[in-house]
């Protein structure tokens, strides 16, 4: 139950967005508002590979106690070793991946801004084009 609840979220917000940007690209001056929320987004993903990158930097070591034994199998005591783990071999696939999958909604973002402001363009064209027949038939 709680899944659908966390889906039907998800889509409500997405669907909100996508409104919004139509809204913002339909406007008087949607050349220049209708890069907001492309570039909102781009800045997150960007802040999100840098955050990875940041944090994954940070070594951390851990110990484990380990049983020692003597050649004849007695226990002898315990043996503390600390372990440093770094995680800096997959960052540079990581960080590609975080880039691109954060980059999905900017990059829906800037479709629907190519669309709607080609479209605005060629009935704007289309508009001048029937207003100069019309003087010209006069």
Request: some cysteine; glycine content about 6%.
């Amino acid at each position: 139950m709680t899944n659908l609840i966390l889906v039907a979220l998800f889509f409500g917000v997405a669907g909100v967005l996508i409104y919004i940007q139509y809204r913002l690209c339909n406007g008087e001056n949607g050349k220049k508002l209708g890069l907001i929320l492309p570039i909102i987004s781009f800045i997150f993903s960007v802040l999100c590979v840098v955050s990875m990158i940041v944090f994954s930097a940070v070594k951390t070591t851990r110990t484990e106690e380990i049983d020692s034994y003597d050649e004849y199998g007695n226990p002898s005591g315990t043996e503390i070793i600390e372990f440093e783990e770094d995680y800096e071999s997959g960052l540079i696939p990581s960080a590609i991946a975080i880039l691109v999958i954060t980059n999905i909604p900017t990059l829906i973002y800037m479709i629907e801004y190519a669309v709607i402001t080609s479209g605005k363009n060629k009935s704007r064209i289309e508009a001048e084009e029937i207003e100069k027949t019309q003087i010209q038939d006069l």
